[in-house]
């Protein structure tokens, strides 16, 4: 269980060593569905939707530690704050009462928990396996059980939870003064991964908010446990492609430890072929798919062909020099021990190019890369996930989440450079810890800070890991930050 959840959970008990588990454990929550007024909040990584709950309008929510963790808390705003009056004209000129204003909101999506109420809710996902409700306990036992002393596994309510999950409670609450804090955990799960919903603030919030806050547990909805995540679908593919290449006697295919899945110099776009196995499920017709073609060394697929027809197929793609160094394939060093990949694009995978093929053509990588820029640069990314500044609500920065394979590649380009630069305001930085994971956001030391934080968790999570730095991206190219 990662451990960033546990320390927070730390945090939120300000070091107290004493808990108190209460006389009677809330009851698991049972899926519902929310209020149409309410907004939906989706954890994703790329195409594949961890998990989504819905929260009143007037709930801030913030995505943090690598966009697994989700945090609520309702905004600072009461009765008479806005344009909500306490008392305003009717068409029978009578005084609108709290009970009136209490169903308009609620028709627009608004809690109506008072201003500076004590009271959030903070939802995590974890990729861990779990087989029914003992499995369940068990994760839920990872979470507490080093850190919560009145915990007691035995005591955990178990539910089942939609047709494929399963849903666990437990509370316990830390005495003080004032009342103590009241938090209560409730974990969801199925075989491929958990969610954890922790309900915290103080006793006397959180009890007058109960309602709220499970009609929120109520909303949430995990992907479901027959579609593999993206930690477990290359591997499974992988397996799947090798059963069939033995069979008819075809080269293997591999994964290696950058998490590429490749059979010779062919490497498979992971990102497209995930999102055609989420819109059908069906692992084997991936698979047909990916080895419906001859596979191999490039000369297979481009045998013969010249520069000038293979020039529009070109694509560039970032990589750590040490992960490449021993393919033999055409690269340009870059700063801060990465080069550029000039990669030939099929539609649904893309191939490294041999030195041999490079020196058939009578082409240098430099051009080559030149070459699969202008195309990047050709078109902006089909998709810029936008961060706003929490204190302005200004565009801050964005996620370049093209999830095509090429989205570092774009990283080279001085058009796409030049609109992000004006649509920010100012200089640009970078962190890059993963080829699928580029963040771009305008020059501040609070942007310093955070990008390093991206940068550093990524780079020891994610697929393809690319740079623990972080980067300044002006016209002179791409320059690592000291």
Not at 100 to 122: F, H, K, M, Q
Not at 419 to 446: C, F, K, N, Q, Y
């Amino acid at each position: 269980m990662p451990r960033r959840f546990v320390s927070a959970l730390k945090d939120l008990l300000r070091g107290s060593e004493i808990t108190v588990a209460p006389d009677v454990v809330p009851p698991p929550p049972h899926p519902n569905d929310p209020p149409s007024s309410w907004r939906a909040h989706k954890v994703h990584w790329g195409p594949y939707v961890r998990f989504h709950v819905h929260a009143p309008r007037d709930w801030t929510v913030r995505q943090t530690e690598g966009a697994d963790l989700l945090h609520l808390e309702p905004a600072e705003r009461g009765w008479v704050s806005g344009s909500w009056a306490a008392v305003t004209p009717s068409s029978s000129h009578r005084a609108v009462t709290r009970q009136d204003l209490a169903a308009r909101d609620e028709a627009r999506g608004i809690s109506g928990v008072r201003p500076g109420a004590d009271l959030a809710i903070t939802l995590s996902w974890f990729h861990v396996e779990v087989a029914g409700p003992t499995g369940l306990v068990n994760a839920l036992e990872q979470v507490l059980g080093g850190s919560i002393p009145a915990f007691e596994p035995s005591a955990v309510l178990v539910d089942r939870w939609g047709d494929d999950a399963w849903v666990g409670s437990w509370a316990w609450r830390e005495p003080g003064s004032d009342g103590g804090r009241a938090c209560r955990l409730v974990i969801f799960g199925h075989d491929e991964g958990v969610v954890t919903a922790m309900v915290h603030g103080s006793a006397k919030d959180v009890g007058q908010h109960e309602d709220l806050c499970e009609s929120i547990l109520e909303t949430v909805r995990m992907s479901s446990a027959e579609l593999l995540p993206p930690e477990r679908f290359p591997p499974a593919l992988c397996e799947l492609l090798n059963e069939r290449a033995a069979g008819v006697g075809e080269q293997l295919w591999d994964i290696d430890e950058q998490g590429r899945l490749s059979s010779g110099t062919l490497v498979v776009r992971m990102a497209s072929i995930y999102r055609a196995y989420l819109r059908t499920g069906d692992l084997e017709a991936v698979a047909g798919l990916v080895d419906g073609t001859p596979r191999g060394w490039l000369e297979r697929r481009w045998g013969g062909r010249s520069w000038e027809q293979v020039a529009d197929h070109v694509r560039v793609v970032l990589r750590r020099a040490d992960a490449v160094s021993e393919m033999n394939i055409a690269s340009v060093p870059l700063p801060g021990g990465l080069v550029a990949c000039p990669v030939l694009d099929t539609g649904d995978r893309m191939t490294f190019i041999p030195n041999s093929e490079m020196e058939r053509w009578g082409v240098d990588a430099r051009a080559m890369i030149t070459r699969g820029v202008s195309v990047l640069d050709g078109g902006d990314p089909t998709l810029l996930v936008e961060q706003e500044d929490e204190l302005t609500g200004q565009l801050s920065g964005v996620l370049i989440a093209d999830e095509d394979g090429y989205d570092s590649g774009r990283l080279l380009c001085p058009l796409l450079r030049e609109r992000l630069e004006t649509a920010l305001g100012g200089p640009l930085l970078v962190a890059m810890p993963s080829a699928w994971t580029i963040h771009v956001w305008r020059d501040t030391p609070v942007a310093r800070e955070a990008l390093a934080d991206l940068a550093r968790q990524g780079y020891r999570d994610e697929p393809t890991p690319l740079s623990e730095s972080v980067w300044a991206w002006s016209a002179l190219g791409l320059e690592p930050l000291e």
